[in-house]
């Protein structure tokens, strides 16, 4: 079956959910179930969605295929800085109004799966199940809102304009308030003893053939 069949034309949030499947490069139930979160959450905080500023704020708790239909579905994205992962591994997101402080989470109605083959009685299998009646199946019925207070900052989050330090360490530049300071010592977090990655070998950039060729096999 084709994307374009896969997808039900007469729903509010199809051109949404094609645009997110292009970029994705294929439809799936995640997906749509971001679509429609994010559309949600516009109704329930009185906001146009997707949205073309920054007043609402995602903070989105997997990553995946649920996070490109969020970002189709509300506009927000990291690199807009108007979305936030916190990987919990859950079908989950908050929603946030940054002028109002009001917020949302939003995450699957319990039931919604079970519900399925009641909106897609001829679905070939489970999947196609899934990706029919999460898009025709009423919104309460697919997904469970609750009203939050954030227990983070978002002004940390968000950080100041311009913010910007030099790691005392290893000398590279630190935005966003990210920079951990001790005894008047200015670490980047890498530094500070957070860092993700260990370097293999000392190498003199210029000695390498390519950046592509860093591994030697
Ligand atoms: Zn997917
Ligand atoms: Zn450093």
């Known amino acids: 079956m084709s994307m374009q069949q896969l997808i039900v034309e007469n729903t509010p949030f199809a ?7 292009e970029h ?32 609402l704020f995602t903070f ?3 990553d995946g295929c649920m996070l490109d239909g969020v970002v189709a579905g509300t506009g927000c994205t990291v690199g807009r800085r108007t979305m936030h992962i916190y990987d919990f591994g859950k079908m989950a997101a908050s929603f946030v109004d940054r002028e109002t402080e009001q917020a949302v989470r939003i995450a699957p109605n319990p039931q919604a799966r079970e519900s399925c083959p009641q909106y897609a009685p001829d679905a070939a299998d ?24 954030l227990t983070v900052s978002m002004e940390a989050i968000i950080s100041r304009k311009k913010a910007r330090a030099v790691c005392d360490c290893c000398g590279e530049e630190i935005f966003n308030d990210r920079e ?11 530094c500070a003893g957070q860092a993700y990655y260990a370097a293999r070998q000392t190498v003199a950039v210029d000695a390498l053939p390519g950046l592509l ?3 030697p096999r």
């Open 15 to 21: 051109h949404l959910l094609q645009a997110s499947a």
């Open 24 to 55: 994705h490069s294929h439809v799936c139930p995640r997906q749509v179930i971001g679509v429609r979160m994010g559309q949600y959450a516009g109704q329930l905080l009185g906001l146009q969605v997707p949205q073309a500023g920054k007043r």
């Open 60 to 62: 989105i708790e997997t």
């Open 126 to 149: 489970h999947w196609h199940a899934y990706v029919y009646a999460y898009q025709v199946m009423p919104v309460d019925r697919l997904l469970v809102a609750q009203l939050i207070h």
């Open 180 to 190: 951990v300071v001790a005894n008047g010592t200015v670490l980047c977090r890498a």
């Open 213 to 215: 060729c860093v591994e």
